[in-house]
């Protein structure tokens, strides 16, 4: 299928280069067209691999894919053009860190509002499916670098286009079913989003930004 | 040994009624002795467990547990004594949440401070160690609960004393040296903390609080 990947860092390369290997046909935008990294890029993924300015990858994907830096999705959607998102899955990869303070980064937007929100208020004709923006994007794109069951959440309020994201990451980059969890509407993107400060902070511990969580459920508790 | 818990709620009496279960003797705090919840703990926990005001139970305790509501910690922490909290393990359990606004809560501090931050400025001779809050009280207290390898975080600026609270976790509740993540220093609270709204959706999700996360670490992604 047709995918317009908004964003020319490594999140966007590496999702980018996924998805040309398994056959699809991917536009990458950056502020204006031919921007040396998206060119290299295009000349490095192969015959299925195109790149222009925002407003021409977001006409050319039947999905979306915002994979800018937090701090500047909004101003980069506004390039996309609202009548080149409107009825489309608009999947939100991103975070609001602010790394200008230096690290830890923090947060330009939580707890009573998200990216992912702000996203879906800004253009309400999208369908804004935020996924995946709780991990590395080595592990977005190859989630079998981390061994066994791990989970990826996804939120949004439209069901449909949630469930046809939760397939897409799938046939895209092999997350199984069983291993997506809806966490509800966009409004749950709150908790994604605020769960980098710890992700940075595993990072650190473990030495290494390929691992994720997964979530185990037990059995209730004997009554107290 | 002897142990002091700040709070009446279940988080004070699940964690409290399992210490003196493992033999320790335990003084339930409150803003003023005798209330009503405390005497009732009191009783059913049996000769181990006693009750009475904060500062009773902090001169009393070896070690002090917060389990009062975070939006209350730092009163509830003033009245029990800087005195009585200096130089001992003051395990932080509690979260900044904010549930005024109903349902889902928000933080009433988060992104560029914590509650565990704010506890240790405020208490600087007590050694403040951030540690289960990103758990349901039942599994805080038996792990075993969730099944297979699962893990809870600590934080806190005095090595010495959070490798003693972390073989606490194990004598007490049996958290086994493996299951103890060591984030770094009491900053990383704010990870912790900041994981709330997301448990929260995951507790509607999954219909239980009785989960828990596994980190799960993998291996080095190829080189792009």
Do not use: Y
Request: proline share 5%; aromatic share 4%; glycine share 12%.
């Amino acid at each position: 299928m047709k995918i317009a990947l908004l964003g020319t860092g490594i999140v966007g390369r590496t999702l980018g280069s996924k998805l040309v290997e398994v056959g699809n046909s991917v536009m990458m935008g950056s502020r204006s067209a031919n921007s040396p990294k998206a060119a290299e890029w295009v000349e490095a993924a192969g015959a299925l691999a195109s790149q222009g300015a925002f407003a021409d990858a977001a006409a050319f994907g039947e999905v979306v894919l915002n994979c800018t830096a937090g701090v500047a999705s909004l101003a980069a959607l506004e390039l996309a053009g609202r009548e080149n998102l409107s009825g489309k899955i608009l999947m939100d990869v991103a975070n609001p860190l602010d790394f200008s303070q230096g690290m830890p980064p923090t947060l330009t937007v939580c707890n009573t509002d998200s990216l992912g929100e702000r996203i879906q208020r800004a253009f309400p004709d999208a369908k804004v499916v935020k996924a995946l923006n709780t991990l590395n994007c080595a592990v977005m794109a190859r989630p079998e670098l981390v061994p066994g069951e791990h989970h990826v959440f996804v939120s949004g309020d439209d069901a449909e286009a949630k469930g046809r994201a939760a397939r897409l990451l799938g046939e895209w980059f092999g997350w199984e079913p069983h291993d997506i969890i809806d966490l509800g509407g966009i409004g749950t993107a709150r908790g994604t989003e605020m769960m980098l400060p710890l992700w940075i902070s595993l990072m650190g511990t473990l030495g290494t930004p390929i691992f994720n969580l997964r979530v185990v459920t037990g059995r209730d508790a004997p009554s107290a």
